[in-house]
């Protein structure tokens, strides 16, 4: 029976995970600039399928990408398998009701996670995708994909700072994050980590009183668990809510 590879080319990062039996078996990450030619991919793929003991020619792929050069050159790896290809767009047909206005310019990470959201708890749910952006997604309780908002990643912010000043050093997010930073560092990463913490908590307070109701969060991202460990506010955090929502749109489509 034909598996499914499922694969989030990120800014950053790039994903693959094994989709089988409705749930995700299997997940790897690498970065998406070491990715740069076909032998990159092969090799990254193949330690994923192997470590199932199955060869690629098994399998098939549902795929989401937010840089156009890395999608076709994982297209033009399944197409030199043979394998059958699924590119998730903004336009791909979802369980979701899409009421984006613009849906050739939604990003497909953004519709595969809400996906993945809602497959996983009750809606309504504001999905929270905390990687080189910070997107803040809203899906109705009656399954609606209404849109949302996207501000500076943690990190994408703290090397804007550095970048374009020139009195603050460039900081990483991971640290100590005091509510009242006594250094330099430490009011910088506070201010992103913080930050974003505290936006949420607003925004996620302003969808309830358009809502009538409280909804759900879902936080996924390379800096999700970052966050969430400042967070106050009812949350999940679900690591690879992309992926998932790849396998379910695969599925939505093949019924």
Known sequence: MSRLLVVDIGNTVTKAGI???????????????????????????????????????DFSMALCAVVPQAQALWTRWAEGLGMETMVVTGETETPLYLQYRQPERLGADRLAAAVGAAARVRTPVVVVSLGT??????????????????AAGVETGLAGLAERTAGLPRVEAAGDAPLVGATTE????SGAVLGAAAMIEGLVSRFEGALGEAPEVALTGGHAELVSRVLRLRHRVFPHLVLEGLGVIWEHNRR
Do not use: N
Not at 21 to 41: I, M
Not at 46 to 54: D, M, N, R
Not at 133 to 150: E, F
């Open 186 to 189: 430490e009011c910088m990463r």
């Open 19 to 57: 989709w089988e039996d409705s749930r995700l078996a299997e997940v790897s990450a690498e970065r998406t600039s070491d990715l740069r030619d076909l032998s990159d991919v092969d090799a990254f793929a193949a330690s994923l399928l192997e470590s199932e003991g199955v060869g690629e020619e």
């Open 133 to 150: 952006a910070t997107v803040i997604d809203l899906v109705s309780a009656d399954g609606r994909y209404l849109g949302g908002l996207i």
